[in-house]
C-alpha cells in the first residue's frame, strides 16, 4: 500500500522555535509538496519539490523553508514559528510535476503558542 | 485564480443524488477530485483531463466539459460514507494547479 509518511500527527511549538516537520514517500514519485489549511482559505501551496535538492516556491513561501536531501523525503522548516503558523500542514507526494494527483499524508496539527 | 465550486454545502438523505460543480476561468488542461473526511487528509478520487471523458469511482462519477471549462461530480445514490468535503483541483495549460475551496457534503439515515 502506498504511503505518504509525517512524522507527527499533533505538534505544539512556542513562537520563535525553529520547527521541522518531515515527510517521507514510499512511491518513488519524483515531485512532493507542502500544503497548509486552514477554514475558510482551504488549502494553499507552500513549497515543492521536483528533484532531490531541487525547490519551487508555492502561493505562501514567506516564513517557510524546505529540504529535500533524498528523493524520498521532503522537510519544512518554520524558521521561527508565528501564531500566525499555526495549522495542520499536509505533505504529498504525485506522479504530476504540475501538482494533482496527490496522495496525502495524514498531517501534522501544529499549535505555535 | 482558484476554481469555483458549487454549491458550498449540500445535506442529502441516504439514497438521494447530488452533483457539485467545478468551474474555471482559464482554460483546463485536467481536472482532480478529492474527498476529505473529518480530521483526515484528503484523499483522490479521479483525475479528467481534457476530452470530455467520464469516470467513476465506486458510485461517484464525473464529467470534464473542456468547452465550458467545467467539471461536475456526481454522487449517486448517496451513501453515509460518502460525507465529507469534496474538492476539485484544476491544472491549467500553463501547468498552475489549483484547488477549490471545496464542498461540504453530509448524509443522513
Known amino acids: 500500500d502506498v504511503k505518504v509518511t509525517q512524522s507527527s500527527r499533533y505538534l505544539v511549538k512556542r513562537t520563535g522555535e525553529k520547527v521541522f516537520l518531515e515527510c517521507v514517500q514510499d512511491?518513488?514519485?519524483?515531485?512532493m509538496f507542502w500544503y497548509r489549511q486552514d477554514p475558510g482559505l482551504g488549502l494553499r501551496l507552500i513549497y515543492f519539490s521536483y528533484d532531490v535538492k531541487m525547490k519551487e516556491k508555492g502561493d505562501i513561501p514567506e516564513g517557510y523553508s524546505v529540504s529535500r536531501e533524498k528523493k524520498e523525503r521532503f522537510s519544512l522548516i518554520l524558521e521561527s514559528a508565528s501564531t500566525n503558523q499555526t495549522s495542520m500542514y499536509l505533505c504529498?507526494?504525485?506522479?504530476?510535476?504540475?501538482?494533482?494527483?496527490?496522495?496525502f499524508g495524514s498531517g501534522t496539527r501544529l499549535t505555535v503558542v | 485564480q482558484q476554481p469555483v465550486q458549487s454549491p458550498q454545502a449540500v445535506i442529502l438523505r441516504e439514497g438521494e443524488d447530488a452533483v457539485i460543480n467545478c468551474s474555471s476561468s482559464?482554460?483546463?488542461?485536467?481536472v482532480h477530485w478529492y474527498r476529505q473526511k473529518h480530521g483526515e487528509a484528503p484523499v483522490f478520487l479521479m483525475i479528467?483531463?481534457?476530452?470530455?471523458e467520464q469516470k467513476g469511482h465506486e458510485k461517484i462519477s464525473a464529467s470534464f466539459n473542456e468547452k465550458k471549462q467545467q467539471s461536475s461530480l456526481y454522487l449517486t445514490a448517496s451513501q453515509l460514507s460518502y460525507s465529507g468535503t469534496y474538492f476539485c483541483?484544476?491544472?491549467?495549460?500553463?501547468?498552475?494547479?489549483?484547488f477549490g475551496a471545496g464542498t461540504q457534503v453530509v448524509v443522513t439515515p
Open positions: 479528467l483531463l481534457k476530452g470530455g
Open positions: 504529498a507526494s504525485s506522479p504530476y510535476r504540475q501538482g494533482g494527483g496527490y496522495t
Open positions: 512511491m518513488d514519485h519524483e515531485n
Open positions: 482559464k482554460a483546463l488542461y485536467s
Open positions: 483541483g484544476t491544472s491549467d495549460s500553463w501547468g498552475k494547479f489549483q
